[in-house]
């Protein structure tokens, strides 16, 4: 038994009492009857400089009982099998030996499948919305429930509606935002729905380029009437005129 992505260690015992060992030569021979069907059978030599030349056996190959590993498929869990006999020097084989394998499952963490591309607008551009669809996979089609934030709110305020994240501008605004995307997996144990505790993220940028507006009147300087030959007067303008670049911007009036 062993778990789902990991690496087995295998080693085969048969004897012959016929069976003399002589010039330290190996009396019985171990040969692959039948091969796996879920992963692969491979010479325990992986920590060695020439991993990429190590093969798989095959049906026929002569097996070191004392130096094999299985390795499964990439996900799979289930049963996995191979046969294997053994022959002596006079070639007397025996019977084939099945050796079953039981792959226990192992929850995956998601993964950020699709990312979502940083997105560039400008101030006081229109409410947008982002599909959240493929954005994360999960290969046991687990629940994943999404949640969603801005860390500039006073920016962009970031909501999720209808499967897509909502992302609503504020005027006069510009500057940059990381929006971020998590999502929770929820597991069935025991006809259960669980929190698993992974959670995974994925996060993008949100540029708010400058617009420059124009000014307005916000404090209109009255009538004024005033008698022949009277003398000079002042009156204060620096309340008349707004710009909410000013605060945004440092634009100067």
Same mark, same amino acid.
């Given at each position: 038994?062993?778990?789902?992505?990991?690496?087995?260690?295998?080693?085969?015992?048969?004897?012959?009492?016929?069976?003399?060992?002589?010039?330290?030569?190996?009396?019985?021979?171990?040969?692959?009857?039948?091969?796996?069907?879920?992963?692969?059978?491979?010479?325990?030599?992986?920590?060695?400089?020439?991993?990429?030349?190590?093969?798989?056996?095959?049906?026929?190959?002569?097996?070191?009982?004392?130096?094999?590993?299985?390795?499964?498929?990439?996900?799979?869990?289930?049963?996995?099998?191979?046969?294997?006999?053994?022959?002596?020097?006079?070639?007397?084989?025996?019977?084939?030996?099945?050796?079953? %394998?039981?792959?226990? =499952? &192992? @929850?995956?963490? $998601? +993964? !950020?499948?699709?990312?979502?591309? #940083?997105?560039?607008?400008? *101030? /006081?551009?229109?409410?947008?919305?982002?599909?959240?669809?493929?954005?994360?996979?999960?290969?046991?089609?687990?629940?994943?429930?999404?949640?969603?934030?801005?860390?500039?709110?006073?920016?962009?305020?970031?909501?999720?509606?209808?499967?897509?994240?909502?992302?609503?501008?504020?005027?006069?605004?510009?500057?940059?935002?990381?929006?971020t995307l998590k999502s929770t997996e929820y597991i069935t144990h025991d006809e259960n729905l669980i929190d698993s505790h992974f959670v995974t993220e994925d996060t993008f940028? %949100?540029?708010?380029? =400058? &617009? @420059?507006?124009? $000014? +307005? !009147?916000?404090?209109?300087?009255? #009538?004024?009437?005033?008698? *022949? /030959?009277?003398?000079?007067?002042?009156?204060?303008?620096?309340?008349?005129?707004?710009?909410?670049?000013?605060?945004?911007?440092?634009?100067?009036?």
């Amino acid at each position: 038994t062993m778990d789902e992505d990991t690496v087995l260690e295998i080693n085969l015992s048969a004897s012959d009492i016929d069976a003399i060992t002589e010039a330290n030569e190996p009396a019985l021979t171990y040969i692959l009857a039948e091969n796996t069907s879920n992963g692969q059978l491979l010479p325990n030599n992986l920590s060695s400089e020439n991993d990429d030349n190590v093969l798989s056996f095959n049906v026929g190959d002569e097996l070191n009982p004392e130096s094999l590993i299985y390795v499964p498929d990439v996900h799979f869990y289930g049963q996995d099998q191979f046969s294997f006999y053994v022959k002596d020097r006079d070639e007397a084989i025996s019977q084939d030996v099945k050796i079953n %394998i039981m792959i226990e =499952p &192992v @929850n995956d963490k $998601p +993964i !950020v499948d699709q990312p979502i591309l #940083d997105v560039v607008v400008d *101030e /006081d551009a229109v409410t947008m919305l982002i599909p959240t669809f493929g954005v994360f996979a999960d290969i046991e089609s687990d629940r994943l429930d999404l949640e969603v934030s801005s860390n500039k709110e006073a920016l962009v305020a970031a909501g999720l509606e209808d499967g897509q994240i909502r992302l609503h501008f504020i005027p006069d605004q510009n500057g940059v935002a990381i929006i971020t995307l998590k999502s929770t997996e929820y597991i069935t144990h025991d006809e259960n729905l669980i929190d698993s505790h992974f959670v995974t993220e994925d996060t993008f940028s %949100i540029t708010v380029n =400058p &617009v @420059n507006d124009i $000014p +307005i !009147v916000v404090n209109t300087v009255g #009538d004024i009437i005033v008698n *022949e /030959d009277s003398i000079a007067s002042s009156i204060a303008i620096s309340q008349v005129f707004d710009d909410t670049d000013i605060a945004t911007n440092n634009d100067i009036l």
